[in-house]
């Protein structure tokens, strides 16, 4: 499996070439860039400009970048609406696709190839509704990334449209096959079971978001601090044809000291040895 670091670890501070020459370091072989402007600025042409020189001139790959959750830089602390493609209101849903479009934008210098994607929030429910707004969504969206060399990938999370076989049911009915699934474990783990999720999704796989957690909360641990069953994991998924890239997602809590990150970023790599 290819060995993904998302900077969702340091999502408080500014993504810079120190960053991701850390990643390197730990044994990652790519990043998943975490598109929240007060850490990747995708708005600011200098700021794309830094980190696309520094993967020009370096083997460290831009796997993948995760679509913003909120269009400011406070995470919508400051009341900022959450980016939504399911929200019932259409000027909501243009909005949401408007600002995950410019980030998506700055794949024409940083050749990242696949985008992660939320459909919804967690209070949303799973009706005939929210199924064709995902759909307008990911046509849409499609049709702009696909230009750019950018494949979607739909996340499973914790709401009742982005379970793995509703995500699935939604790429059925919407005919989307060049959509794949970003399979996080930790929320598989919190909601249908992992090897469940594996089940359901096969070999519509790209990417996994590996983190821990202890069943009830979104913790983002790192692996072996929640109660994942670890090994029993990596088997099932060592199962799967085409192996699925291992993208580490921990929360950002943990970034704070970068030696003790890069010392965890080695031990969870371990796990898909």
Known sequence: MLRVLSTHLFLNHRLHPGVLELAGRAGAQGVEIFAARQHFDYTSR????????????????????????????????????AVNVLHPEKSRRIDAMDEIKRALESAEEIPFKNLVLHLGERADGWSQRSIEYAIVALEHLGAFAHPLGVHLLVENLVSEPTTPERLVTILDLGHLNNVGICLDLGHAHMTVGIADAIAAVGKRITSLHVHDNHGLKDEHLWPGDGNIDWATTVKALKQIATPPAAVLEIHHSFGSDTHTAATHIEQAFTLFD
């Open 46 to 81: 200098e700021h794309i400009d830094e980190l696309a020189s520094w993967f020009r001139s370096n083997p460290l790959q831009p796997f993948s970048m995760h679509a913003p959750l909120f269009p400011d830089r406070e995470m919508g602390r400051a009341g900022a609406p």
